[in-house]
């Protein structure tokens, strides 16, 4: 699968909403049945949205132009210019809602059933063998990774080290500078102290707090702030590129996160803890006994923090990727 960058540097907040599914079924309402509001001029809408944008999605950073390129029903169509990069968002007419990102349906539909997407196809088991290599890549701020993340987190726990992991990174970022610097920390825990990546991680999903989940991890902070600089510099860290593990997308063909592959296999699996322990378990030639164990059959909530999705917005398709 070709790795597409083409829109990829809007946003701090441009898939970051938990509602996904929620806001696309608005947005069928809006095509549907329209609107009973006054509506905004061309003008207005654009100098509202693009005000949104650079202010809120962007945390004031700004750079954000937009236009309007076309009206569907009671949305205007909007074209975001953001670092040369380009990326379709809609806003209803009265200007009251902005949808920042537009979701394929029918592609989500086929992977949510493990069917072809582009040239990488998300299978529903994985090729065995007697130790199974799983790899998953994220982005450190998409909810949705790190949503799978508080459900793997277990099931790395349980199987310990009759499992080859990876935590690794999508080729960009989506969330500004706070994710390539996460991402970056992550990776040099991972690489230099890993025995203190799964502790850290189960305390940064809680709460985003990196320097308390550092201390209370145990990791030595100053071993990763010196590979953090070293990785930035080798790798070359910057804008909304972030090429630590990019012949690795490029091999597997990962488009967003997240993306889980098992023995080189990229794999469609519910987010909770039982469905990725058994995911993993199909993986072995002879699986231990630990996989027998009982796990949360909860799918942990997107994004930061605890407790459980009972919303249905987040299935195994819903994740953070430019179009």
Do not use: W
Not at 206 to 219: E, F, H, M, R
Not at 225 to 233: F, G, I, P, V
């Amino acid at each position: 699968m070709d790795e597409k960058k083409s829109n990829k540097g809007l946003v701090k907040g441009l898939a970051v909403g938990i509602g996904v599914v929620v806001i696309a079924v608005l947005a069928i309402v809006l095509f549907k049945n329209g609107l009973p509001f006054g509506n905004l001029s061309q003008k207005a809408a654009v100098a509202k949205a693009e005000k949104f944008v650079n202010s809120e999605l962007l945390s004031g950073q700004g750079g954000a132009t937009l236009k309007v390129v076309g009206s569907e029903g009671n949305l205007y169509k909007l074209e975001v210019t953001y670092q040369g990069r380009k990326i379709d968002s809609y806003m209803t007419k009265d200007g009251k809602k902005f949808f920042p990102q537009v979701f394929d349906m029918v592609a989500s539909a086929a992977a949510a059933n493990g069917e072809v997407q582009g040239e990488a196809e998300a299978v529903t088991a994985a090729p065995k063998s007697d130790k199974p290599a799983v790899e998953l890549f994220v982005m450190s701020y998409c909810p949705y990774g790190t949503q799978i993340e508080k459900g793997i987190l277990p099931v790395i726990q349980t199987l310990g080290n009759k499992i080859d992991f990876k935590l690794k990174f999508v080729s960009y970022t989506m969330h500004g500078d706070k994710e390539n610097q996460e991402n970056l920390r992550q990776y040099c825990i991972d690489k230099g102290q890993n025995s203190k990546l799964v502790g850290y991680l189960n305390c940064f999903l809680k709460a985003s707090d990196y320097a308390g989940c550092l201390k209370s991890a145990g990791v030595d902070e100053a071993k990763v702030s010196s590979c953090m600089a070293d990785a930035s510099k080798n790798f070359k860290v910057t804008g909304t590129d972030f090429s630590v593990h990019q012949a690795d997308n490029e091999k597997y063909g990962v488009q967003g996160s997240p993306t889980l592959v098992i023995n080189g296999a990229t794999i469609s699996a519910g987010r909770d803890s039982a469905s990725l322990l058994k995911a993993v378990c199909g993986a072995f030639n002879t699986a231990p006994s630990e996989c027998s164990k009982q796990l949360s059959s909860a799918a942990p909530a997107p994004g930061f923090g605890e407790g459980t999705d009972t919303s249905g917005s987040a299935g195994s398709a819903a994740g953070c990727a430019t179009n």
